[in-house]
């Protein structure tokens, strides 16, 4: 009879696996043991990683909390020694000795290649041997950037791409783009390996539409990488634009005067300077005495027929452009041209309908320093023909927006002036039925400025020479005083310089004369003798 085996699975038994817990228990504290004895072992190497970038120096450093007299050791990525303590085991020029003790070991590697990237080993030759490790990451420095992709101008309204390359990175660069001073963005950056090296190429293009404000500015692809300071390595590209002139004109005078000379200048910016202008006037024909050349239209002798629209053209061979300008020529006594003649301060006005008087922009200021007085100040209240009927407005008058005074007196004694500064207006005296009002000339001198009044009756009329004829007479007979003070003066001294000069001395030396016989008796038979001759005195007063 047959039958089938069942298979079984043998399992430990109880002990066994007891005994296995048991022994990696034991194998795992000896591996944290041996850790921690590691860690805390004074002749254990310590040492850290460095990165440098080609063409640079690295320095590595070995250290060791104490020292058992043992020689610590460099060695490179090919496992070749570089130091064993202070003496050199690789010929390397490039690797130099830079500090050895019991306890340090440091070196240097000048001029670092890319094929110096890896990990370099220190080792202290004890029992057991320790050693520790140092990574050197050796960056790759990317060229300077190179721009394509602009060779000649463009025009305006064109698309331009440029392109900007950068070598030699490792790792691969990131390349940005400037627009004059403005950060724009271009297109991701393509990322090549170089083959059988470590470094990479890096390209960016950049796509604009330029204009004509885009001329000469400045296109900047600049490279960032670790190995490089900020902005360290950049190429600039200036654009070249071509667009038609934008024209502007200038005359050489802001106010044209008639009868004056005058010209027009016509500007044109453009790329290229425009070469060709023309002049015309819209609708009609130059003026016979304008005359245009190239970028000039002067005119010798303005005149009113010259008013209209002139027009600038230029053309630089891309394009056309063009400009107007509005020319109004001005009368040379419109109060607004500066060479306009003082006016009268009063016009003539009519009792009926009085006019309004105002003051040009080119009124002296001076004459109108002080204390607020209006114009009426200055205008006198009474003719001295007080027959003819005058009519002074002033009230339509506004005052100056600047300080003004009233004359004194004394200075036109002839004239009557307001007493009150205040005083709005000059009431017009009542003229006869039979005249009519009208306002005698009466001339004034205001710190060297003329101001007059219009007669319109008679220019000849002897009252307007009343004033200054006053006047004269005035200084005259001043004058003639004074000289006729001077004259008494002189008479007075002359008199009484005659009078103390003037009289009889009376002396004795004659006295007893009459019978003497001659001029020796005579003084001997005078008054007193010999004793009186001797006494004799003369004064003169």
Known sequence: MGGSVRPTMA?????????????????????????N??????????????????????????????????????????????????????????????RSTPTE????????????????????FTMPVRTARATVTVLGVPDKPQI????????????????????????PARLRWYKGKEEVEGRPDVVESVPDEPTYNVSSELTLEVSASDNNVPITCVVDHPSLAPEDKRSEQALQVLYSPRVHISPDEMLPIEGQKFSLRCFGKANPEPHDFSWERKGEELPPLARADGDVLSFSMLNKSDNGVYICRADNGIGKGMEEYTLQVQDPTDPDSPDTSFPSLVSPTSSSSPSPTSLPSSFPLDIFQGSGSDITDFLPTSLPDSSLPVAVDSTTFSPPPFPTTTLSNALFPDLTFT?????????????????????????????????????????????????????????????????VFILLCLLIVLGRYLIRHKGTYLTHEAKGSDDAPDADTAIINAEGGHSGAEDKKEYFI
């Open 419 to 483: 007493p009150t500064p205040s005083s709005p207006s000059i009431p017009p005296p009542t003229a006869p039925s039979s005249l009519s009002p009208l306002t005698p000339s009466v001339s004034i001198q205001l710190n060297g400025v003329y101001t007059s009044t219009d007669d319109t009756r008679n220019s000849t009329d002897t009252t307007a020479m009343s004033t200054s004829s006053g006047v004269d007479h005035a200084v005259i007979g001043g004058v003639v005083a004074v000289i």
């Open 37 to 98: 004895v590691g860690d805390d072992d004074p002749l254990q190497p310590m040492t850290s990683d460095e990165t440098v970038s080609v063409g640079g120096t690295v320095t590595l450093t070995c250290k060791v909390a104490e020292s058992d007299n043992s020689s610590l050791q460099w060695s490179n990525t090919a496992q070749q020694t570089l130091y064993f303590g202070e003496k050199r085991a690789l010929r390397d020029n490039r690797i130099q000795l830079h």
């Open 148 to 171: 394509s992709g602009f060779e000649t101008p463009v025009r305006d309204g064109e698309t331009v791409t440029l392109t900007c390359t950068s070598t030699g990175s490792k790792p």
């Open 105 to 124: 070991l440091s070196i240097t590697i000048a001029d670092v290649l890319l094929s110096d990237e890896g990990e370099y080993t220190c080792s202290i």
């Open 11 to 35: 399992f430990p038994s109880a002990p066994s696996a007891l005994w296995i817990v048991s022994l990696l228990t034991v194998l795992f504290t000896a591996v944290v043991h041996s850790d």
